[in-house]
């Protein structure tokens, strides 16, 4: 009832204002024409005039008003330049304060909790630097300032700061304008009010911001450096830590763009990826993925295949293929492109130095403009009671540890529901392993939409893969006298406890950021979780920055890549200017048999945001292609703007997800709505048509039905 007192009292003062013409006398022409009236009524009643000036000035700033600017050369012309600068100053603040308090009375929490998700970087940078933006707004006379109090009103600026930062941020410009007043009665028009030495005040509060903001990152620097002694010259540009995808990556550019860069690794080049993660893992499936289309052969019109699990010769193939990806990441090739490679363990001493020491001993110190700190991730080892007495394995260490079996385990425990644990425990699964998997959680891949938890439990299930869910690891156990004995690991689920047997444990629970070993510590560089930054990849010092899984938020290869040109075109070209990482568009894949395939926003995200939607759904059942290739399961699901084609996210389930989902991608970074995936040709017959279809029921489920009956109406006249 409140707020809609207020809202009617708004629309009450703002008619009333134009109705009785109160618009018409802030002109130039009506100040000009009634000049001399207000100079009688100021000699008769100063102190009464000076008061209404007030509190109009504070009505037309509080109510957005239009002629405030005029108002402020009215307070020169009547009152001179100092009562007038008074009078405008207080008035104008005051009235911005109330358009403000207002504005968040009636519409911030609405419009905070519409648009949670936006605003969650403009409100940390609110609560960060809020003073200063403000301050840097009020600064320019020619901004819209109505605007300026109803939009920081929907922020989490604290009112005493939004009022004594725009007393102080609106002042210049309020002097400049009363002092144009003052000589009010002999301007004809506002061009008459930009004198050169007006320009030259405009310029200067133009810049002023800029000088301001300079001014404070210099201060900022001082302050972060004080106490370390900065080096007179340096030897390189750049050093990199870690030769992943993040390392490789900012290394090639700093090298193409001729700066001199040292590369820093201690094991392997290529990083997890290459070594540990997405190619080993992904070579593992292909092989099960064949095993298993032999042994359901009959789907294709053949006979089934009894497969011989020849596993030594499987994990030869993986290590075949790391070998054959190598060279792309190899000392030589980097060497060739500029990179100074170099390999040994990496120490920070202080901002400007990097120590690294090899094998042997041997230490040198490098001395560089910038640091980029790119050490990746290792797995994350739960603290499981007896842990220690049994011979688990990684994600990691499972490509080497098993690499000279001639068979599979045959009784494998896979703890953890996540991308990693799903895709490992399907996979052995069909190359003839007795697989469990132990999640603690009501689901696998928690961070997907139910259906597609539900519907990759089932897909594993049909493997042959025995899901526990809500089931704790609690201990392990090895019974008899040596490493031969029998190992044993006991879950928890309501209370009671199971013992399972096992050849093989592997911890699949997710990685960590590697945070400890090159010096951060000494530093006093932030870390939680990841190594904190701001948004141009900065830690606390400006010239160290980190990327990759080091950094976060997401632990994937190709955002590793993405952070790795942020990271390296900052740290080489920050002086001129700094780019924020752009994290709005990044897809992912589960590789698991159908592929789970996602960017952007699912259902549950969308409404733990509290983010409006429409879904649209194509099942895979219904393509020609699916259904060719006896493979017609899955679905395609996008998420839109209600009313409205553009793209929220999309998550698609079925064969070939990953690269149907490229579509998407490229449509959600470019602002490409549904209406143009339907206007785009698709090769028939493919499984990309499916995304076309998406859109073809987003349509329908859109057509102008209005319309429709109109047209229907004119084809019936056309029959008769």
């Not at 064949?290 to 290590?319: C, E, P, W």
């Amino acid at each position: 009832m409140k707020k809609l007192l207020i809202v009617l009292t708004v629309i009450l003062i703002v008619t009333g204002f134009f109705f009785f013409g109160f618009n018409d006398l802030l002109t130039l022409e009506g100040i000009q024409s009634r000049l001399g009236q207000f100079y009688q009524w100021r000699n008769d009643s100063p102190l009464l005039v000076g008061g209404v000036f007030f509190l109009a000035y504070l009505i037309i700033a509080a109510f957005s008003l239009p002629g405030a600017a005029l108002m402020t050369l009215l307070a020169g012309a009547l009152f001179g330049l100092w009562w007038g600068v008074l009078l405008a100053s207080f008035a104008s603040s005051i009235g911005a304060l109330c358009a403000f308090l207002a504005s968040r009375y009636l519409l911030r929490d609405s419009f905070q909790k519409k648009f949670a998700t936006k605003l969650k970087s403009i409100n940390q940078g609110v609560e960060k630097d809020g003073g200063f933006y403000l301050f840097t707004l009020r600064l320019l006379p020619l901004f819209p300032f109505f605007l300026v109090n109803i939009l920081m009103g929907l922020t989490t600026i604290k009112s005493w700061t939004y009022y004594w930062v725009s007393q102080i941020g609106m002042l210049a410009g309020t002097f400049v304008y009363v002092n144009a007043g003052v000589q009010l009665a002999q301007i004809d028009s506002l061009k008459d009010i930009i004198s050169p030495a007006l320009i030259g005040s405009f310029v200067l509060l133009a810049v002023f911001p800029l000088i301001a903001k300079k001014t404070l990152d210099w201060y900022k620097g001082r302050q972060v450096y004080k106490g370390w002694n900065k080096p007179a010259a340096f030897d390189r540009n750049m050093v990199v830590i870690g030769a992943g995808a993040a390392g490789l990556v900012s290394s090639y550019i700093a090298a193409t763009v001729k700066a001199k860069v040292t590369l820093v690794e201690a094991h392997k080049m290529g990083g997890d990826c290459l070594n540990y993660g997405c190619v080993p893992s992904k070579a593992l499936i292909k092989s099960a993925k064949v095993a298993h289309d032999m042994t359901h052969a009959k789907d294709y019109g053949l006979q089934n295949v009894a497969v011989n699990y020849d596993f030594k010769s499987v994990m030869a193939r993986i290590h075949k293929i790391i070998a054959t990806i190598e060279p792309n990441d190899s000392v030589e090739r980097y060497t060739e492109l500029g990179v100074d490679v170099v390999k040994g363990y990496a120490t920070i001493i202080d901002p400007w130095t990097v120590e690294v020491a090899d094998d042997t001993g041997n230490i040198q110190r490098l001395t560089t403009r910038n640091i980029i700190i790119a050490a990746g991730s290792k797995p994350f080892v739960p603290p499981i009671a007896g842990l220690e007495t049994v011979d688990y394995l990684t994600s990691d260490t499972l490509w080497e540890a098993l690499s000279h079996q001639t068979s599979p385990p045959k009784r494998l425990i896979v703890i953890g529901g996540g991308p990693i644990g799903c895709e490992l425990s399907q996979a052995f699964a069909r190359l003839g392993s007795q697989v469990t998997q132990i999640e603690r959680t009501a689901r696998l891949l928690e961070k997907e939409d139910q259906d597609v938890s539900d519907y990759a439990k089932v897909c594993l299930e049909a493997d042959g893969v025995q899901v526990l869910l809500q089931h704790d690891a609690v201990r392990c156990e090895r019974t008899g006298a040596d490493n031969n004995g029998t190992q044993k690991l006991i879950v928890k689920h309501e209370g009671v406890e199971t013992v399972i047997e096992f050849d093989a444990l592997v911890i699949a629970v997710g990685r960590q950021a590697r945070l400890s070993g090159y010096g951060l510590e000494n530093l006093g560089i932030d870390s939680e979780k990841t190594v904190v930054t701001n948004d141009y990849l900065e830690t606390k010092f400006p010239n160290i920055l980190a990327a990759g899984d080091v950094a976060g938020p997401y632990q994937f290869t190709h955002v590793a890549a993405h952070q790795a040109w942020y990271a390296a075109v900052n740290a080489l070209f920050g002086t001129f200017k700094k780019f924020k990482v752009d994290y709005r568009v990044i897809p992912w894949v589960t590789f698991i048999d159908p592929e789970v395939a996602r960017v952007g926003i699912n259902e549950q995200e969308a409404h733990e945001q509290g983010i409006k939607f429409e879904v649209t759904r194509y099942d895979i059942a219904d393509l020609d292609r699916a259904i060719t290739d006896s493979r017609a399961t899955g679905w395609v699901k996008v998420l839109t703007v209600p009313k409205k084609d553009k793209i929220l996210g999309v998550t698609i389930v079925g064969n070939h997800a990953g690269e149907l989902l490229a579509e998407y991608v490229l449509a959600m970074k470019h602002g490409l709505g549904l209406n143009k995936i339907l206007g785009t040709i698709h090769t028939y017959p493919t499984m990309s048509e499916a995304n076309k279809y998406a859109a073809g029921e987003w349509k329908r489920a859109h057509a102008p039905q209005g319309l429709l009956k109109w047209v229907e109406k004119y084809h019936q006249f056309k029959r008769s």
